[in-house]
């Protein structure tokens, strides 16, 4: 009798109410207060850098998928939450073309590669944005500050032009010049950063709406940001400056909770953030560039298989083998 071959695609293999459409879409709505925002602070810069990752994302998902002969699926919204992700984690007066090299990356290195949705191991959008910073490093941390913005500084205003809230907290700027940190507006966005990671609270509101719809597991923020904080705490430093700076608020609930490159059990989920907390305060503190983000979910992205692998529940009765 003939045996079917039968055919088995990576996890995740655990079936959810949503859809990948529904999904993605979600995402794509709780990300337009940070965006709306970016836009409102730095004007047309960013609404282009924006504009053209989403095109560029879109275009190489659809060319990709044309070329190795499979169906098109641009309409599920994988390739626009890719694209929107990565424009949100860019410096708002990035070249239009830089832009659009990170999104074609992100999307090919990063996705398609890999053999579409669901089989990549890294987050295709923080893909993006370590190729950017590997190729064009002066663009990726050149900032600009919103007009107005910098009343907080006084004197010393034109010391802090072109650098972001970790930047100026690793030079010792506060204590130096006797400045206190602008709380109100880390928490707002009008500071220099990159086009959605600069408001906390639209950031907050759009976290709300995913965790509200169950589109996002709490236990991977939960452990991240608290790793995060606990670990400020211990060393004596601020943690509310640490989760509300940088794109900690950004990483943790947008791009840390991907489905497909975070462990499926709910222990290894919230190790996983854990991870991702830990990496981020070393990288900030004793790495050569002040936000440890992108890397640390990078990291911990390579190591999701062994964290789920650890953490997947023994059956009852179930004996380990010997050897």
Known sequence: METKQLTVSPAPHIRSRNSTPGIMWSVVTALIPAATVGVFFFGRPALVVIAVSIFAAVLAEALCQRIMGRRI??????AVVTGLLL??????????WM????????????????GGLGHNLFNPAL????????????PMMTWKWPAGSLLWAGKSADAVASATMLELARKGFFAQHGVSVPYSQLFMGNIAGSIGET?????????VFLLAFQVIDWRIPLGYLGTLAALAVLSGQDPVFHLLSGGVLL????????YVTTPVTSGGRFFFGLGCGVLTFLIRIYGGYPEGVTYAILLMNAA???LEKATIPKRFG????NG
Do not use: Y
Not at 73 to 78: E, F, I, L, M
Not at 88 to 94: D, H, I, N, V, Y
Not at 103 to 111: E, V
Not at 318 to 321: G, H, I, K, P, S
């Open 73 to 78: 699926t641009v309409g599920d919204g994988s």
């Open 318 to 321: 179930e004996v380990r083998a």
């Open 251 to 258: 990483g943790a609930f947008f791009m840390a909770t991907d």
């Open 127 to 138: 893909a993006g944005r370590a190729f950017l910073l590997a190729s064009w490093a002066n």
């Open 199 to 207: 408001s906390a609270l639209a950031l907050l509101v759009g976290a």
């Open 87 to 96: 424009a949100l984690s860019l410096p708002p007066e990035l070249p239009w």
């Open 99 to 114: 832009t659009m090299f990170g999104a074609f990356f992100a999307i090919i290195i990063g996705k398609q590669v890999f």
């Open 304 to 306: 999701a298989p062994l």
